[in-house]
């Protein structure tokens, strides 16, 4: 019996998909290829695009300013105060007793009474040294007999003539006083000597008369104090009955003027005579001068006793009634150190450093290379190739 053979397996025959769809199904494909494609050229355009963008440059404003041509000075400023200034001791030379005493706050000028001593005035007279010794004695020669000569005009008594430098006088007269000293032969005037003429003596009586002292033609030592000019009494410090050979009165300067108190460094570089500039408390600044330099250090006022020690520097304006008003008060005062003298300058802040060392300006027509000089104030002297006064010069802001 022959085996049957296996079924045949049935046959489903694939239908293939239509023209139409197979198309569709392609551009689908290639669709999402070309946006798949698109998406991501898009992204990098994006990018490139972002990347490729100048980004704003931050600038810094800047402005001009001319060179000028001036003078430039260096400059230190020390506070001060207004008053009368330094007070001093005055003393009287005589052996008696004080009578009477000025009262404190008045000014005393040249021909007035400091005091009295045993009831006889003591008397003001102007100059630059004491009346070391008696006035007394024909063709006495002198810068203390010069003194008198001149206080005595000053004060309207008809003195004659005196010597001229250089002139021939006879030995004064002796007169018993050994301060005086011996002097034999004639004697040569000198400069800034005076001689005691008759008619210098004439006049001496007379003002003794005017005083109501006894008119003898002499002045001895102690009846006269000299100061080198009017003083103001600052405060009594003897009183009747003292002895009139010790201090009596402390004195100041009539004219207001300000006190700087400068340290040895700067006070070094001050002498009398320099000009300076003081700033006022009402703002306003006026000229003055130097009047004197202390020679004595002494500590600040109210400072520690371990603090800077100071000399004392006395300024007077040039218009005292400037500060007339002023009862006291605080000042800056400018002292003057080096000056340069009609030479170009420019702001501090022109100056552009250069990385090679050295400086330079920014003109409109490019950098220029400078040689710098002396600074001050915020200026600077400046030379270099071409920069003349008016040329504009670039100051950043």
């Known amino acids: 019996m022959h085996p049957l053979p296996d079924a045949p397996t049935e046959f489903i025959p694939r239908v293939a998909d239509p023209p139409h769809r197979r198309r569709g199904v392609r551009w689908l494909v290639v669709g999402l290829v070309v946006a798949g494609l698109a998406v991501g050229s898009g992204i990098a355009v994006t990018r490139h695009r972002a990347a490729a963008e100048p980004k704003p440059e931050r600038t810094t404003a800047a402005a001009t300013a001319p060179i000028e041509r001036r003078d430039l000075s260096t400059t230190r400023t020390l506070p001060g105060t207004i008053g009368f200034g330094a007070t001093r001791p005055l003393a009287g030379h005589l052996a008696a007793t004080v009578t009477w005493l000025p009262e404190a706050g ?208 006395t300024v007077a304006v040039d218009k005292p009634q400037t500060i007339a008003d002023l009862d006291s008060g605080e000042v800056r005062v400018h002292f003057a150190g080096r000056t340069a003298t009609d030479v170009l300058v420019a702001p501090v802040e022109a100056l552009v450093a250069l990385r090679e060392g050295g400086y330079a300006v920014q003109t409109p027509g490019g950098l220029v290379a400078v040689r710098t000089g002396m600074f001050a104030d915020g200026w600077v002297e400046i030379t270099g190739d071409g920069l003349t006064e008016g040329t504009e010069l670039v100051v950043p802001e």
């Not at 460094?265 to 001068?289: E, Q, S």
């Open 106 to 313: 008045v000014t005393i000028k040249r021909g007035g009474q400091l005091f009295r001593a045993d009831d006889r005035p003591v008397v003001l007279f102007y100059g630059s040294m004491p009346l070391y010794r008696d006035i007394a004695g024909a063709n006495l020669v002198g810068r203390d007999v010069r003194i008198v000569a001149e206080n005595l005009a000053a004060l309207g008594y008809a003195t004659g003539r005196q010597p001229a430098s250089g002139e021939r006088v006879p030995s004064p007269a002796p007169t018993g006083n050994a301060t005086t000293g011996p002097e034999t032969g004639p004697r040569r005037v000198r400069d800034g000597e005076g001689v005691l003429t008759a008619a210098l003596t004439a006049a001496i009586k007379r003002w003794q008369e005017d005083l109501g002292v006894p008119a003898t033609g002499t002045i001895p030592v102690g009846h006269v104090e000299v100061a080198s000019g009017a003083v103001r009494v600052d405060s009594v410090t003897g009183q009747p009955g003292s002895p009139a050979n010790a201090p009596l009165l402390a004195v100041t300067a009539v004219r207001k003027v300000v006190t700087v108190g400068a340290e040895l460094a700067d006070a070094a570089t001050v002498k009398r005579g320099d000009r300076v500039r003081v700033g006022l408390p009402d703002d306003r600044t006026v000229p003055g001068r130097v009047l004197s330099v202390g020679r004595a250090l002494a500590a600040a006022d109210n400072g520690p006793v371990t603090g800077p020690q100071l000399l004392t520097v």
